[in-house]
Nanobody, 121 residues
Framework: QLQASGGGLVQAGGSLRLSCAAS????????MGWFRQTPGKEREFVAA????????YYADSVKGRFTISRDDAENTAFLQMSDLKPEDTAVYYC????????????????WGKGTQVTVSS
């Protein structure tokens, strides 16, 4: 199971840190990722970190503002979001994948429930 937390309401330019706690072992087993979705739109990739933590990947829209990390001792992934914009408003989901198939969203095996992030202008 995956449990995302840390969402909330923040003003534009502010910061939030999302956490994703996994119930099982993540070290060397799963790639971990964050996605987001707004009403009427498809879920989109935000960021991912590979199994070892040596590689991080970002959507162009969040590069330089968001940072993904993982703490395998706690089986947890984080998404530090800075310089938030109203267009970042969405439900954010975390997910894990055993294998990367070329597309992060389709690679994911397990999804958590989302956490709402609202950025006011």
């Amino acid at each position: 199971q995956l449990q995302a937390s840390g969402g909330g309401l923040v003003q534009a330019g502010g910061s939030l840190r999302l956490s994703c706690a996994a119930s099982g072992r993540t070290r060397a087993t799963y790639h971990m990722g964050w996605f987001r979705q707004t009403p009427g739109k498809e879920r989109e990739f935000v960021a991912a970190v590979n199994r070892s933590g040596s590689g991080t990947y970002y959507a162009d829209s969040v590069k330089g503002r968001f940072t993904i990390s993982r703490d395998d001792a706690e089986n947890t992934a984080f998404l530090q979001m800075s310089d938030l914009k109203p267009e970042d408003t969405a439900v954010y989901y975390c997910a894990v994948a055993r294998y990367y198939t070329g597309d992060w969203k389709s690679s994911m095996d397990y999804w958590g429930k989302g956490t709402q992030v609202t950025v006011s202008s």
